[in-house]
C-alpha cells in the first residue's frame, strides 16, 4: 500500500549534521502524518518529530527542538530530516514512519507503515 525507503544515515562526529530522506510510493503522503523515530538496544522506540503532509505543521520531542528539523516536499513525495549539532546520544535506528491522520501523534502504534530504518551513529 505505502512504502517507505530511508537514506542519509551513516557516521558524523559530534557537532556534525546529516539529512535524512524518506521516499514514499504506491500512495499519496497527501493525507498522512510522517513522523521520525529512533531505537536504541535495550529502550523503547522513541518519537522524534512528525509533520502533517497538509498545512506542513511540525512537533519535535524536547531532546531534539533546536537541533532537528523535519520537512516535506509533496512534488517529490519525500520527508526529510536535517539533523544539526548531532550529539553522540542521537546514535540509534533512525525509522520513518507514514500514518492516515492528519493529527499529529506520537506513539508508535498511530503509524501504518515504516521504513527499514538507517543507524546513525555519532561519534566523540
Known amino acids: 500500500q505505502v512504502q517507505l525507503v530511508e537514506s542519509g544515515g551513516g557516521l558524523v562526529h559530534a557537532g556534525g549534521s546529516l539529512r535524512l530522506s524518506c521516499a514514499a510510493s504506491g500512495r499519496s503522503f497527501s493525507t498522512y502524518v510522517v513522523g521520525w523515530f529512533r531505537q536504541t538496544p535495550g529502550k523503547e522506540r522513541e518519537f522524534v518529530t512528525a509533520i502533517t503532509w497538509s498545512g506542513g505543521r511540525s512537533y519535535y520531542a524536547d531532546s531534539v527542538k533546536g537541533r532537528f528539523t523535519i520537512s516535506r516536499d509533496t512534488a517529490k513525495n519525500t520527508a526529510y530530516l536535517q539533523m544539526n549539532s548531532l550529539k553522540p546520544e542521537d546514535t540509534a535506528v533512525y525509522y520513518c514512519?507514514?500514518?492516515?491522520?492528519?493529527?499529529?501523534?506520537?506513539?508508535?502504534?498511530?503509524?501504518?507503515?515504516w521504513g527499514q530504518g538507517t543507524q546513525v551513529t555519532v561519534s566523540s
Open positions: 514512519a507514514a500514518g492516515p491522520s492528519v493529527r499529529i501523534a506520537t506513539r508508535v502504534a498511530a503509524y501504518d507503515y
